[in-house]
């Protein structure tokens, strides 16, 4: 499975973002999905997972009410709506793939990494 990442960008505080990520392959239905995000000098820190039939959702405590993970068979893509941005939400963030659970873990390593959308909220 190929991960492809897109709708990053810069945005002032208080606005709003859809990531996306694709997959390649025929498979992306058995994978439970999520996003994590990394900040400049930090450590990689999970935002959130959907699972293989989308049933379940689970996010990072601080995120909750403001990000909503989704995703579309159909088009083999999970989005990640963020509403209400801070300037701290500003962070490269990755779409991943896996057969197990998605831990919430920033160390958790998953099946397939997508390549990283740069989000930039300013203040």
């Known amino acids: 499975v190929q991960l492809q990442a897109s709708g990053g960008g810069v945005v002032q505080a208080g606005g709003s973002l859809r990531l996306s990520c694709t997959a390649s392959g025929r498979t992306f239905g058995s994978y439970n999905m999520g996003w994590f995000r990394q900040a400049p000098g930090k450590e990689r820190k999970f935002v959130a997972a959907i699972s293989w039939r989308g049933g379940f959702t689970d996010y990072a405590d601080s995120l909750k009410g403001r990000f909503a993970i989704s995703r579309d068979g159909t088009k083999n893509t999970v989005y990640l709506q963020m509403v209400s941005l801070k300037p701290e939400d500003t962070a490269v963030y990755y779409c991943?793939?896996?057969?197990?659970?998605?831990?919430?873990?920033?160390?958790?390593?998953?099946?397939?990494w997508g390549q990283g959308t740069q989000v930039t909220v300013s203040s």
């Open positions: 991943a793939a896996a057969s197990s659970t998605i831990r919430r873990d920033g160390n958790y390593e998953p099946d397939f």
